[in-house]
C-alpha cells in the first residue's frame, strides 16, 4: 500500500494567448482613431488665390466690419438686426432675385455677423452668395 500523497500538479494559467489577444486590440483601437489637434490650427482668413474674378453686373457689396457694422453697397445700416439687412437688400437688389450678394467680412469679423448677413439674404430670397477675399500677395504687402 502506498500512502504517500499523489504530487498534483499546480494549475498554471497561460498568459500568452491573453496578451496576444491584447496587443491587437491595442493596434486595432491605435489604427482606428483619429487625433484631432484643433488647439494647434492657426487660422487667417480671409485670402484667397484665384486666376481671375467674376465681374457682376446685377451684384449686391455687403462689407462687414470687424466691429459688426454693415454696409450694404456703401450704405451704412443702421440697425444690426436680420430684418434691418434685409430690408436694405431688398431695396439693392435692382434684378431682383438674380441678384448676387457678395459678402465682403474682415478677417477679424465674428462669424456671427457673416451668418446674419447671409440669413438676411436668404429672407430677402437672394440665393446667390458668394464671399469677397484678397489675393495672397496683397495680404502678404500689408
Known sequence: ???????????????????????????FLMLTTTYSKFTE????LPVADTEAQ???NKEVIVAVSSDGRYMVNKTPIAGRSVEAIAAALTDAAQAGKDSVVIISADASATHQSVITVMEAARRSGLNQITFATQSSAKAGAK
Do not use: A, C, H, T
Open 1 to 27: 500500500m502506498n500512502f504517500r500523497p499523489k504530487s498534483r500538479d499546480e494549475p498554471e494559467i497561460n498568459l500568452i494567448p491573453f496578451i496576444d489577444v491584447l496587443l491587437v486590440i491595442l493596434i
Open 41 to 44: 490650427m492657426q487660422l487667417r
Open 54 to 56: 467674376r465681374d457682376y
